[in-house]
């Protein structure tokens, strides 16, 4: 066996992300600290994050998964599903506010094209009818390379669809905040690696894709059967093409727990021997803002617990 590399420990995770520097996803993975202080390594695109971590070029990635208005995202779900073997280490939680970025001198007037990634034009599709109802939709890879290439074209009437950090980033003015159509809309990221299941929290998701056996009456019951008869709270259930031939679908299930509970892992077996395949995408602390004191309660619940089993034993033999 060879020694161990004595950098390994010490040098610093590499973390890829969809680039450029003023994405969504760079603005959620700068409120992680350990995220932050990480070498970060730019993608193009979501299917670039993903094999960047697959193929060892960074540690960890972090890629959108879910939004709040326009549900899942597609590319990363099925990159996952079908393409890479990582697992899940964590999720983090973005509120999205949408601005119409632009030149100095630029105003509403002026514009007539938008440019943005299309899930973003989409977020705003009423503002964009209701003040720029002419304007034409130019597609980029991410809201970051919009404002870029506004920034870089000597044209007024070209305007980008971004966050706050792209204007900063780009030197482009905010010429309307907050034309997103919800403002209470967010975004769900994940955070992969090719190894390692996080610790139980005592508030925690788990994800899997499950492949039927076959399609044929009642099979998406008798998965769910498997939930029901454990009281285990499925929040996500979304159906899949497997790219195989019309009518073969399997299914992403995100659920309430972790493997190293006995009922999750016991589902998990269940639907293992009784399915075509499950690929398991990791258990992992559930983000948003009641996460942190729903775990305080779980450990403080604990630490009850065990100092009435530890009363418990101390009378054993005490007879």
């Not at 960890?60 to 990159?79: K, W």
């Not at 403002?183 to 005592?202: D, I, K, M």
Request: hydrophobic letters at 40%; one cysteine or more.
């Amino acid at each position: 066996m060879p020694p161990p590399d004595p950098t390994s420990e010490s040098r610093s995770k590499t973390v890829a992300y969809l680039g450029p520097a003023g994405t969504f996803t760079e603005q959620a993975l700068h409120r992680e600290q350990d995220l932050t202080s990480a070498d970060l390594v730019v993608c193009n695109s979501m299917v670039d994050v993903l094999y960047s971590v697959s193929e060892g070029e960074a540690d960890l990635g972090v890629v959108p998964i879910e939004n709040a208005i326009e549900g899942t995202v597609n590319a990363t779900i099925d990159t996952l599903a079908f393409d890479v073997d990582l697992l899940i280490q964590r999720e983090l939680v973005e509120p999205v506010c949408m601005n119409l970025l632009g030149r100095r001198g630029a105003n509403l007037e002026l514009v007539d094209t938008v440019m943005s990634i299309p899930v973003a034009t989409a977020q705003c599709r009423n503002w964009l009818r209701e003040h720029l109802p002419i304007s034409q939709h130019m597609a980029a890879n991410s809201t970051a390379e919009a404002a870029a290439y506004v920034a870089r074209e000597a044209n007024l009437a070209t305007a980008a669809i971004g966050n706050e950090r792209a204007a900063d980033v780009y030197g482009l003015e905010i010429l309307a905040t907050g034309i997103e159509d919800h403002s209470e809309n967010q975004t769900r990221f994940v955070v992969v690696a090719r190894s390692g299941v996080p610790e139980p929290t005592g508030h925690d998701k788990t994800s899997i894709v499950v492949y039927q056996q076959a399609n044929r009456p009642g099979s998406l019951l008798a998965i769910l059967q498997e939930f029901a008869a454990r009281s285990i709270n499925l929040s996500l259930l979304l159906s899949r093409p497997t790219k195989t031939s019309l009518g073969n679908y399997c299914f992403l299930l995100e659920m309430e727990g972790h493997v190293a509970d006995a009922l999750v892992a016991d589902c998990l077996l269940s639907l293992k021997a009784t399915q075509a395949d499950v690929k398991f995408l990791g258990s992992y602390p559930t983000a948003g803002e009641s996460g942190p004191a729903r775990r305080a309660d779980v450990g403080a619940a604990r630490a009850r617990a065990d100092t009435w089993i530890g009363s418990i034993k101390d009378q054993i033999g005490a007879y």
